[in-house]
């Protein structure tokens, strides 16, 4: 250890400028090694994630085509986890018998959500029927009854007695309603909306012909999400839903983070090399001394050694200086150019880099070094005469 603190004292001393300019190699090598990791997970984030500027996804049924419950029932079901769990409504209509337009009334409104495999109320729709005093009696389907598949109802009318005419027509006398050739249990009534019944979506008949689809988020809608329910549209109902096109991030914004993380790699790589090529410099300057040491006992494996040291020494504090710069603009500077900076890091994946980084040149600057000190002692007098 002697000798690798006399020498890295000789190598300040006697060569300054080249003594600087390795430092500032190594600073910018940690530098670009941290800032490139950072850019790349920028970049494969803003692939991932890039998000709509809204929430609300409605395609419309394709001309010519017509889409029956069971195949939107097929559809969703067919849809990545991810994308249900973030979605807060699955919303689809269709007119039913006994509650005509020219009557006044709209579409039946089929509204749930699929979170982790399992059918279930849509809150948005129950909390606002029951925090709004829409409820006029009784109360709105629960989670339970959707998911089951339960033949319960909530009808229209000013409350549990008074309805309306086609909720009447539809009423038998143990307090059910008779609708699709089934009985529902009516466990509440409303007054709002379009004044038709509200069952859960199970419970509705499969060749029931929808007239609208349509999908709530609860935040912006991504990328994946969006590709996602296009392409198993394709593979599960082709042709029958026609989405609408949304404005993500182009393509070149996406070309920039992709040819600067290139750019950054490039850079790193030619730092290395350079702290390569100074070492080397410094080696070749020391023949005559390593010619000696090896007339003195200096084994090859010691010499070895001793110059990975220096270099390691000399390494090492500046890596680390170099990723603390980068620390500090990440969260200054970087966090605010780039979104998803603050994320791509932790002491994990600093030590990752610092391991990746360390190993790399050791074995570059080992390779190096054996190179120069295999050399018998008449090359290293001979080369240090020249």
Known sequence: MRYVIKNIKSFIINEKLIFIVTILCVLLSAFVINFSYGLYYNYNAKIV????EGKELNPEISDGETLSKKELQTYVEALDNKTLNSMIVIYASSYIDGFSAEEGYGPMAMRFVIHDGKYNVCEVTRKNYEENGLMTSGRYITN???ATGSFVAVMYGQDAEHWEDAGENIRNDDGTVSLFGNKYKVVGTYHAGFGTPIVPFLTVPGELKLDQVGFSFEKNITKTEYENMVDTAENIIPGKLKFPELDFPDNDTIAVYNNMIYIALILSIISVVNFSEIFYYILQKR?????IMRITGCTKHYAVIMYLCECMILVLPCYLAGAFVNYILCQNIFNKAFEYFDKAYSPRIYLMLFMIYIISFAVVISAMIII??????ADSLREAVK
């Open 287 to 291: 023949q005559r001394k390593l010619a």
């Open 49 to 52: 994630d890039a998000e709509f």
């Open 372 to 377: 120069t000190v295999q050399k018998t002692i």
């Open 144 to 146: 339970e009854e959707e």
